[in-house]
């Protein structure tokens, strides 16, 4: 089973950047592909980024296309989101997820989540 833990959230200004990680930890049996979702307040969780094991698959969200970037250091079992042209709009906890075998845009369909780290975009 894989164990996922994020970091790197804060409190930015809108037009700013960050970068996100997430720290895999665990011996899976089977290759598996990463995501990150977000949840604002009052709202359910969203799809934003997923990449394949090898890295060279990545799907995002119609929001955040162009502006987030998914990648992933096997070297060192770390998954990121670099952030760029924050909006307050993606203020948001972030959540890292894995799950067996390919990507996917599914929330359901991820086994390991992690804490979640949280995104504040100020106006």
């Known amino acids: 089973q894989v164990h996922v833990v994020e970091s790197g959230g804060g409190l930015v200004q809108a037009g700013g950047s960050l970068r996100l990680s997430c720290a895999a930890s665990?011996?899976?049996?089977?290759?598996?592909?990463m995501g990150w979702f977000r949840q604002a307040p009052g709202k359910e969780r969203e799809f934003v980024a997923t990449i394949s094991w090898s890295g060279s698959s990545s799907f995002y969200a119609d929001s955040v296309k162009g502006r987030f970037t998914i990648s992933r250091d096997d070297a060192k079992n770390t998954v990121y989101l670099q952030m760029n042209s924050l909006k307050p709009e993606d203020t948001a906890i972030y959540y890292c997820?894995?799950?067996?075998?390919?990507?996917?845009?599914?929330?359901?369909?991820?086994?390991?989540w992690g804490q979640g780290t949280q995104v504040t975009v100020s106006s």
């Open positions: 997820a894995s799950r067996s075998g390919w990507t996917s845009t599914q929330a359901a369909a991820y086994d390991n």
């Open positions: 665990g011996k899976p049996s089977v290759v598996y592909a």
